[in-house]
């Protein structure tokens, strides 16, 4: 039996015991934003279990989970995974302990017929009830009563909480750990629990006592890996047939041999973590430092290791999503849909690990071989930190060398680096919505007008319904109607006015969409009544700007993809009537040429006048069609594509619920303001269109006339001149300035001349100057003596540094002087080394005593 088999006998078997059918819900979950993931198929009925949400008493799904609290597990057991998926059968107040285990037992024993020799039962050691319904079904010696540890669930300290019923499977001896004392609670790998079900009877007090719950629950979770696994007689999850293509790939292309233990540990681990980052990518989340990005970092990095162990030190996890996909897709579309993306996206995460991986591994083999057992935390942080090993791993590698450290170091590193950059997982804000889905979802029309009647249908100021409301700073207003576009993918909400008999009796500030309702948020300027009629509309202008700008992110999105490559999808946007601003995946900063190319690239796309056309199609047809799905979003059966240029030869495709212009045309002209990081592998572009290019040239131009004005020229061309003029003006000027700063400084110095065999001797002190200095006096005294014979010695002196420079001239030359000797001679008595030519030689140096200018007519004379 293979997994669809299996799927579907699971959900048939419970749809006809009256279960309505669930699809999986994402795997970051919609409902509970505190969870990182969706770790099992009860996250998504939170609502139905606490009473909340009603309607429905019994479900059953297959729900996608990940969870990653046992991932140094992966791969080295027959049963642990990162990803999986969960069977699982649920009543809301309906059915209890009898008709679960029942069915559970029905289902196991009958449709998918194992052996029930093998199979065993545990219960909570006080369930009486529980154990007297088993006792009816398997001999008593089969049921095992065991405590809080593993058959005791609860939410949290208080609250829902139950005892839990496992069915276990006995896969016999040669899976277990062989102690004595293994029985069916052993954690070693023989007794493989299938089937868990809780029975939420109890909430919990804080004192710690339970109280019955009025309603109780059901809720069951089979793992569907394992079942596959002991249905068809597997000895490892990993040879069913979701994992067994994507072991015969890596095997196949890495050229390993598959019947060494460890490196069968490695493949299932890539396996698994390969399969996990594609669901996780798939749903948008990409490797960051933090959050849900870090876990899956944590994930590709740990394959990546183990591909390296391996020997593949190329990226070559990324080629395994086309096999994860077809493994999935028939189950899952969305894998398929974001594949190229999902190898996107893991490549670029392969590379970039690969560029540190081989450093921190030195780092690490240094250790292992200096045989030290313990080391710092701050040295695991370092790991951590420069060469983006995620401490699981690390933990993992050093656990196998028997190396520990200070886990109080690492944690203290971590908080210094983190309050240098404070960035920590923000969880999602919820809205409690209740207010506005109590009223009507709105018909939005302003896809095609701006303006409409509408009834006004509810009033809600301070979290509060009212039935009228006069003169207020800010209500929100929801009515049956409205051409006002409520915030959502990306695109700012619209401003207007709200009008009754041609009169304004309120202004919509910003608008917002929630749960399909289309709240206004108005300042109002008159009374308003609910069931009241008005005029609705909205500030054009504007709308019309916001519009150019989302047109333009669509050309933006392919104009990237064309230049920069297929990676460049967009991750996220903020479309405003002054701006736009597009966040995009690449992982350097772009060139001027690339900028410009893009720039102009769009603006070809613009003068090209290429229809917008709008169309409703299914999400398949999309697809077969090229469209571009965002991430964050979710489809319905039927979606919206925005379709740019001419039929059969559509420029841009994409699913997108927001307004547009008709032609782009419309859009006037692009231009690019910036382009920044936003974080690993993301760049922002920040653009503008039409009107605001308009604002924006005319603001330049404003500003260089006035720079024009400054420079007392009449046009922008003579400006480039001017400037020139000006720079060399200030050049000779700064010479100048030099020339005199030399004549002032030489009045302060001493000098001394004398005259030996027909030479002259002239030494001059000048304090406190620089050696470049002493060179450009020399030029200018050497001048002075173009006739006569003359060494010259120019030195300074300060804080016991001391610089010379010498120099001869032609005649002095001739006369015999040896600037050389004189070196030789000033060396002997001051220590100092001098450098230089004939009749240029420049030294320096530190010396104890203080010299005189006499001092250097007796060492050189
Ligand atoms: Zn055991
Ligand atoms: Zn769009």
């Known amino acids: 039996m293979n997994s669809n088999e299996l799927r579907k006998k699971f959900i048939d078997f419970f749809v006809s015991l009256n279960h309505k059918h669930f699809p999986s819900d994402s795997l970051i979950?919609?409902?509970?934003?505190?969870?990182?993931?969706?770790?099992?198929?009860?996250?998504q009925f939170k609502d139905y279990f606490l009473g909340k949400k009603t309607g429905v008493s019994r479900a059953c799904s297959v729900q996608k989970c990940l969870r990653t609290s046992d991932i140094e597990k992966v791969g080295h057991t027959i049963r642990h995974l990162t990803f999986f998926e969960m069977l699982g059968n649920f009543s809301f107040g309906d059915y209890f302990k009898k008709e679960a285990i029942e069915w559970a037992w029905e289902f196991i024993t009958k449709v998918v017929n194992l052996d029930i020799d093998k199979l065993y039962i545990t219960v909570y050691k006080d369930d009486n009830e529980a154990y007297d319904i088993w006792s009816k079904i398997v001999k008593k010696d089969k049921i095992y009563r065991l405590s809080d540890e593993t058959n005791f669930w609860k939410m949290g300290d208080t609250g829902p909480c139950g005892p839990c019923s496992e069915i276990i499977y006995d896969l016999g001896e040669?899976?277990?750990?062989?102690?004595?004392?293994?029985?069916?609670?052993?954690?070693?790998?023989?007794?493989?629990?299938?089937?868990?079900?809780?029975?939420?009877?109890?909430?919990?007090?804080?004192?710690?006592?339970?109280?019955?719950?009025?309603?109780?629950?059901?809720?069951t979770g089979m793992g569907l890996e394992r079942l596959n696994m002991v249905v068809n007689g597997l000895k490892n999850v990993f040879e069913t047939d979701v994992f067994n293509p994507i072991v015969n790939e890596i095997t196949k292309n890495l050229n390993v041999n598959e019947t060494d233990r460890k490196t069968k540990n490695y493949i299932y681990a890539i396996a698994d973590h390969v399969r996990a980052a594609t669901f996780a990518i798939s749903e948008g989340v990409i490797p960051t430092t933090e959050g849900r990005g870090y876990v899956i970092r944590k994930i590709i990095r740990r394959a990546i290791r183990y591909l390296k162990l391996l020997g593949s030190d190329q990226p070559f996890l990324y080629k395994l999503v086309p096999v994860v996909v077809k493994t999935m897709k028939d189950t899952y579309p969305e894998v398929e849909l974001h594949r190229e993306k999902v190898a996107v996206i893991i490549k670029a995460e392969e590379e970039k690990f690969l560029e540190t991986l081989d450093e921190g591994l030195k780092v690490i083999n240094e250790i292992i071989v200096s045989g030290k057992k313990v080391v710092s935390g701050e040295l695991v942080f370092k790991l951590y930190d420069t060469y983006g090993f995620p401490k699981e791993i690390v933990d993992e590698i050093f656990k196998e060398a028997n190396i520990t450290y200070n886990e109080k170091e690492f944690i203290e590193a971590e908080e210094k680096a983190k309050n240098l950059s404070r960035a920590s997982w923000k969880g999602v804000k919820v809205v409690d919505t209740q207010i506005y889905t109590s009223s009507p979802q709105t018909k939005f029309v302003g896809y095609t007008q701006y303006s409409c009647k509408a009834k006004l249908l509810a009033i809600i100021k301070d979290k509060q319904t009212l039935n009228s409301i006069s003169k207020s700073e800010q209500a929100e207003l929801i009515f049956d109607q409205t051409p006002?576009?409520?915030?959502?993918?990306?695109?700012?909400?619209?401003?207007?006015?709200?009008l009754r008999d041609k009169k304004v009796v309120a202004e919509v500030v910003d608008t917002k969409k929630i749960e399909e309702r289309i709240v206004h948020i108005a300042k109002i300027y008159d009374e308003l009544k609910i069931n009241d009629e008005f005029d609705l509309l909205i500030d054009i202008e504007r709308r019309k700007d916001i519009m150019r700008h989302h047109t333009a992110t669509h050309l933006l999105h392919k104009a990237l993809r064309e230049i920069l490559g297929e990676h460049a999808i967009q991750s996220g946007s903020l479309v405003a009537d002054n701006y736009f601003r597009f966040d995009f995946i690449h992982w350097e900063k772009l060139t001027d040429s690339q900028i410009k190319k893009i720039e102009e690239t769009v603006n070809q796309k613009i003068l090209e006048c290429l229809p917008v056309t709008i169309f409703y199609t299914s999400l398949d047809k999309a697809k077969q069609l090229g469209a571009t799905a965002l991430f964050e979003e979710k489809y319905g059966e039927e979606v919206r594509v925005v379709a740019i240029g001419k039929e059969e030869q559509f420029y841009s495709l994409e699913l997108c619920g927001g307004t547009h212009c008709s032609n782009t045309a419309e859009i006037g002209i692009f231009k690019i303001l910036s382009e920044s990081s936003v974080g690993t592998n993301m760049r922002r572009i920040e653009a503008i269109c039409g009107r605001k290019v308009y604002e924006y040239i005319t603001s330049f131009e404003t500003k260089i006339k006035s720079v024009a004005e400054l420079l007392e020229v009449n046009t922008i061309?003579?400006?480039?001149?001017?400037?020139?003029?000006?720079?060399?003006?200030?050049?000779?000027?700064?010479?100048?300035?030099?020339?005199?700063?030399?004549?002032?400084?030489?009045?302060?110095?001493?000098?001394?001349?004398?005259?030996?065999?027909?030479?002259?001797?002239?030494?001059?002190?000048i304090p406190s100057v620089d050696i470049k200095f002493l060179r450009s006096l020399s030029d200018e005294t050497i001048k002075l003596y173009s006739s006569e014979p003359v060494v010259i010695l120019l030195y300074s002196l300060e804080n016991k540094k001391i610089s010379i420079v010498l120099r001869t001239n032609d005649v002095g030359l001739k006369k015999g002087v040896s600037l050389k000797t004189i070196t030789e001679k000033i060396n002997n008595v001051l220590k100092i080394k001098?450098?230089?030519?004939?009749?240029?030689?420049?030294?320096?140096?530190?010396?104890?005593?203080?010299?005189n200018p006499n001092n250097f007519i007796e060492i050189l004379l």
Do not use: H
């Open 29 to 43: 979950p919609s409902s509970d934003p505190t969870l990182l993931f969706t770790t099992a198929g009860m996250v």
């Open 834 to 851: 001098f450098g230089g030519r004939e009749d240029f030689f420049q030294g320096g140096g530190t010396i104890e005593k203080n010299v």
């Open 174 to 219: 040669e899976f277990g750990c062989k102690k004595p004392s293994c029985d069916v609670s052993c954690d070693c790998d023989r007794y493989l629990e299938v089937w868990n079900l809780v029975f939420t009877q109890f909430d919990r007090q804080s004192d710690g006592s339970l109280i019955p719950l009025k309603q109780k629950n059901i809720d």
């Open 717 to 765: 061309e003579e400006i480039k001149n001017k400037v020139e003029k000006l720079i060399q003006q200030n050049k000779k000027l700064q010479k100048e300035i030099e020339n005199i700063k030399t004549k002032v400084s030489t009045q302060k110095v001493e000098e001394i001349t004398k005259e030996k065999n027909g030479v002259k001797y002239v030494i001059k002190y």
């Open 484 to 498: 006002f576009y409520g915030e959502s993918g990306g695109q700012v909400g619209d401003t207007g006015k709200i």
